[in-house]
């Protein structure tokens, strides 16, 4: 990777200069001692300071990365998997040192590390879509939120959601948010595209101090429970607003997971029900149960985003590591502008729900970048749509049919939790 000779990068920043440099950037009502704490909290912490020395002032950059591990696809018949990765977070580069190499040195300094740690992929939530593409990122899972009135019904026949009954909470509570914490670690397991977090992490995300409600409340969560088990949750805020005598509340539901329908379909009308709320927002994938059950997209305000984006960092074991839908025997030529040792040409044999990745001189079937390997790492985007895109060579369409077809996965990939 290109290195910027006038910075120079610690893995072992002050806590209290990294903590100025996102309290600068990121302009929030956090208050001072929450930022830091906050800081500290974060496990992996990197900075940017002059190559000749720090000399006290201000880093010119921050980064910072936790420990996580994201569901992938399992093979046909088999349970999804977890891999480790490392979640980049964090990010801020000083207003005065902008478009300087600032990022693209700590992003030097952050996935040559994740490679020392033998880290097959490094993921992220982007602030915007220019910023990650260049360094191999790409957006491998996108979600839409939808918004329901109250009273919302589903059609959804063939799903019972007899003995499953829901309970509200205040997740302030800690005994609420160990339970919640359980589910999120249970429940992410089985769903393709799931990252999970620590309870540290999840106890800073949701408690919110009153300095930062913005007009809400705290946060609550609803548990859908059956034979005295956990089967989904749904965390949501509600945000109070009269008018004309009457309420128009609105309630937001930023994260919820469910280990099947009825439990999702619980999930979702209580969300729907809730006294004085007019209107729900909840996450939903393209291929979301919900969005049929509410009468199909047409019936629901949809607004799209991109969720995770991947980086793939040790292609010969990335790619074994998840499940193939289908057997394969294709030569890919890859692309990767700052791993070069990714680069060149490899043999991927698929067989049985399992691959292989060899180098291989053989000519290639497949010309791409190593982001088109992170995009549909999840399944949550087809090969074949990236190469209509433009971003797949194709010298042998058949290779490209059989690709697309085992890199394919029965579900689209969940949104991740923040992080
Ligand atoms: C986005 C940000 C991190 C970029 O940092 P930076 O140090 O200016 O980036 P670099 O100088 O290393 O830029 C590397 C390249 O990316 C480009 N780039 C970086 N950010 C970009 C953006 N937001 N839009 C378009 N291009 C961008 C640069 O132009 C440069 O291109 P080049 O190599 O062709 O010259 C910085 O502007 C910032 O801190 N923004 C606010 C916080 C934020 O958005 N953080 C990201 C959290 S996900």
Redesign the pocket.
């Known amino acids: 990777m290109s290195t910027h000779p006038q910075h120079a990068v610690t893995a072992d920043p002050d806590v209290e200069r990294f903590a100025a440099i996102d309290d600068l950037?990121w302009f929030d009502d956090m208050g001072w001692e929450e930022v830091v704490s906050h800081a500290r909290a974060v496990p992996h912490r990197w900075a940017v300071t002059a190559a000749g020395g720090d000399d006290g002032s201000p880093y010119r950059?921050i980064a910072g990365a936790f420990e996580m591990e994201l569901t992938v696809p399992g093979a046909p018949g088999a349970e999804p998997t977890q891999l480790p990765v490392s979640g980049l977070t964090w990010?801020?580069?000083h207003p005065d040192?902008?478009?300087?190499?600032?990022?693209?040195t700590l992003m030097d300094a952050h996935l040559s590390w994740c490679r020392e740690q033998g880290l097959a992929l490094a993921a992220?939530?982007?602030?915007?879509v220019?910023?990650y593409g260049?360094f191999g990122y790409a957006v491998a899972s996108t979600a839409g939120e939808i918004s329901l009135g109250h009273g919302a019904t589903f059609d959804a026949p063939g799903v019972s959601t007899e003995g499953i009954t829901t309970s509200m909470h205040d997740l302030s509570d800690e005994h609420v948010l160990a339970r919640v914490h359980a589910a999120h670690r249970a429940l992410a397991a089985g769903r393709v595209g799931s990252v999970t977090r620590t309870l540290e992490l999840a106890t800073r995300v949701y408690t919110d101090p009153a300095s930062r409600l913005r007009g809400t409340e705290r946060r609550r969560v609803v548990i859908a429970a059956r034979d005295g088990r956990d089967v989904g949750y749904a965390i949501l805020r509600r945000r109070p607003k009269w008018e004309d005598g009457r309420s128009a509340a609105t309630l937001d539901c930023d994260e919820w997971a469910w280990a099947d329908s009825a439990a999702q379909l619980a999930l979702a009308r209580r969300l729907t029900s809730v006294d004085l709320v007019t209107r729900t927002s909840v996450r939903v994938t393209a291929d979301d149960a919900l969005l049929w059950w509410c009468g199909g997209p047409r019936t629901v305000v949809h607004k799209t985003g991109d969720e995770l984006w991947l980086r793939v960092l040790d292609l010969p074991a990335a790619l074994p590591a998840r499940g193939w839908s289908a057997d394969c025997d294709v030569v890919l030529e890859v692309r990767d502008g700052l791993f070069e040792d990714q680069a060149g040409r490899w043999r991927v044999t698929a067989r049985d729900g399992r691959a292989e990745v060899t180098r291989t001189d053989d000519p290639a079937d497949l010309g791409l970048d190593v982001g088109v390997l992170g995009a549909t790492y999840l399944g949550g985007r087809r090969l074949a749509a990236l190469a209509r895109q433009g971003l797949v060579e194709v010298h042998d369409p058949a290779a490209l049919r059989a690709l697309d077809t085992a890199l394919a996965t029965p579900t689209l990939p969940v949104p991740p939790v923040s992080f």
């Open positions: 950037v950059g990010v801020g580069v040192h902008r478009r300087t190499g600032v990022l693209t992220l939530h982007a602030s915007d220019t910023i260049r």
